[in-house]
Structures are given as structure tokens and as C-alpha cells.
């Protein structure tokens, strides 16, 4: 009798056991998912802020000088934080499709008269570059909803292009779109490749620093010297500065590659449409864009496309996570 009850004691604290790990597995996987989801939200605040400071920090400094400044003060910190350990192929496309594509073109797009809302739209063509990207290298799969969310999407940014009053020259609009494109390929990399983000966003500033210091000579040979520019600048003009190269290129690049570490590339690459809605608002209120009717019509197109996509993940991880509790 007493072994009858010690075994039926057993099996109660087995099966509490079993429950309570149930619960502690879907308590962590719902908070990591939570996580994700908020790094990928304040990344693209961040990246949306992006485009206005670029505006005041190109009165002061020219891109190409720009950018090596966001790879000099990162690439400060490699004897601190040590040398990603990804192979040499991978961390050299990494650093050229995320310092000189991502970073570079988009600033030298500005540069070229390409409104900072506008550069925001543009660069979030990006999400599909990455969702085909992620289909055909990683095997991630695609959701309908996922589709359809991407398209309203897509709708909201053309509704922009050719309704709104932003200027769009051709070739920033090219320059632009490349630049988006190797965004695209920099999320691919660094998901196959899982690696501390700050070592690989300081060892990208390392390897591109020098590259773009060669090209601004080419490209501005009448241009005043890099030493000379940076003394004549007012105080005032390191702010953008310090935004672009600690909220910009380390912060938020840091959250996004958290986010695809946790929830794939599938799931993280519509949370960018957000960056054209936080950059045109911050535009509005910062840099005198014109915010009209039309433009708030497309950026609702936005959201709606993004809730499509974001509603339905949740509710089918929830629903996952209480299948696997019971």
C-alpha cells in the first residue's frame, strides 16, 4: 500500500514536473519573440531618425566623410570588443553590402537631392529583396499573409512615389534602390553566419574605412581635406554625427540582427516599412517635409500591410505555445 501510494506521488510530481517545464518553455519562447519584436520596432525608429539627421549632417560634412567617420569610431572599438569569427568571404560581403551599400549609398542618395522621407520609402524595397533572399538561400518560409501584408506595403510606398510632393531624381532613386539591395544581402549574411553584432558592425567599420577614405579622393579631389573639415566644423555639427554613428550604425544594427537571430528574416524584414513612417513623420516635425492627405493615405497603406503580417505571426505563435503546453 505505501509503495502504491509513493508511485502515485511519483507520477503526480512527474507530470507537475512536465507541466512546469511546458510553462518555463513557453514563458521564455513568447518573451524572446516579445524581444524580437520590440528590437525590430525600435531599430526601425532609429533608422527612420536616420535620414532627417543626415540631412543637417550633410550641410557640415560631405558623405564620403561621413561615413568614414561612422567607420573611424567604430573600428576604434575592435581591441575591445575582438574579431568576429565568421570566414574572411562572408565578413567581407557583409562589410560591403552593409557599410558601403546600406550606409554609404543611402547617404550619398540624399546627397544626390533625394528627400530624407523619401529615402526612407525607398530603401524598405529592401523587405522584398529579403524575403526572395531568405526563400532562396536560407529555405525560410513565406506565408500568404506575409504576401499580402508586403503588397499593401509596396502599394503604400508607390502611393508615395507618384502622389507624393517629395523630389525624386532618377539616379538618387537608383543609387537608393542599390542601396536597399545590399541591405537585403547584409541580413542574408549575417543570419547564416550568427555573430556578435558589434563585432561585426566594428570590423566592418575596420575594412571599410579605408575604402571609402580612397574613393572620396577620386570622387572630390578639389574638396577640402578630411583634417581641415573636420576642425573648421562647429560643435554643433558632431550631434548628427554621434546619432549616425551610435544610434544608427551600432544600436540599431545591433537590434535588427537580434531579431533575425530570433524570429528568422521572413519575420523581421516587414518591420521596416515602420522606418518610412517614423522617417516621414520626423521629417514633418524636424525638416519642414510636407506631410499632405495623400501621403498619410500611403502610410496608413503601410501599417495596415505591416498588421497583416505581424497579427497573424502572433496569434499562430501563441496558439503553437499553448498546443505545446498541453
Known amino acids: 500500500m505505501t509503495m502504491i501510494y509513493h508511485h502515485g506521488n511519483q507520477r503526480i510530481a512527474d507530470r507537475c514536473a512536465r507541466v512546469g517545464a511546458h510553462t518555463m518553455d513557453r514563458d521564455s519562447t513568447m518573451s524572446l519573440e516579445r524581444r524580437a519584436y520590440i528590437a525590430a520596432v525600435v531599430a526601425a525608429l532609429l533608422w527612420g531618425g536616420n535620414f532627417v539627421v543626415l540631412q543637417f549632417a550633410l550641410k557640415h560634412f560631405d558623405p564620403y566623410l561621413l561615413a568614414a567617420l561612422r567607420f573611424a569610431f567604430v573600428a576604434l572599438l575592435v581591441p575591445f570588443v575582438g574579431w568576429p569569427g565568421v570566414p574572411w568571404p562572408a565578413l567581407l560581403c557583409y562589410a560591403a553590402c552593409s557599410g558601403i551599400g546600406q550606409y554609404l549609398l543611402s547617404t550619398m542618395a540624399i546627397q544626390l537631392g533625394l528627400s530624407p522621407g523619401l529615402a526612407a520609402l525607398l530603401m524598405q524595397f529592401q523587405v522584398f529583396i529579403s524575403l526572395a533572399l531568405g526563400w532562396l538561400m536560407l529555405g525560410e518560409s513565406i506565408r500568404a499573409t506575409t504576401v499580402v501584408g508586403c503588397v ?34 547584409a541580413s542574408v549574411t549575417m543570419k547564416r553566419y550568427p555573430e556578435g553584432m558589434l563585432r561585426l558592425q566594428c570590423a566592418t567599420g575596420l575594412i571599410c574605412l579605408p575604402v571609402v577614405s580612397v574613393v572620396r579622393e577620386v570622387m572630390l579631389p578639389a574638396a577640402p581635406s578630411a583634417i ?14 554621434a546619432y549616425l554613428v551610435l544610434a544608427s550604425f551600432v544600436v540599431a544594427q545591433v537590434l535588427w540582427g537580434q531579431a533575425i537571430g530570433a524570429i528568422g528574416i521572413a519575420a523581421t524584414a516587414p518591420f521596416a516599412l515602420l522606418i518610412p513612417v517614423f522617417g516621414v513623420t520626423l521629417a514633418w516635425l524636424f525638416a519642414g517635409e510636407n506631410l499632405s492627405l495623400r501621403l498619410l493615405m500611403s502610410v496608413a497603406a503601410v501599417l495596415l500591410g505591416l498588421g497583416v503580417h505581424v497579427v497573424p505571426l502572433a496569434l499562430r505563435s501563441a496558439s503553437g505555445l499553448r498546443e505545446r503546453a498541453t
Open 152 to 185: 499593401l506595403g509596396l502599394a503604400g510606398l508607390a502611393g508615395v512615389l507618384v502622389m507624393g510632393g517629395s523630389k525624386a531624381p532618377l539616379l538618387a532613386c537608383a543609387v537608393c534602390l542599390i542601396s536597399a539591395a545590399g541591405w537585403a544581402v
Open 228 to 241: 581641415q573639415t573636420l576642425v573648421q566644423a562647429p560643435l554643433h555639427a558632431w550631434l548628427p554625427v
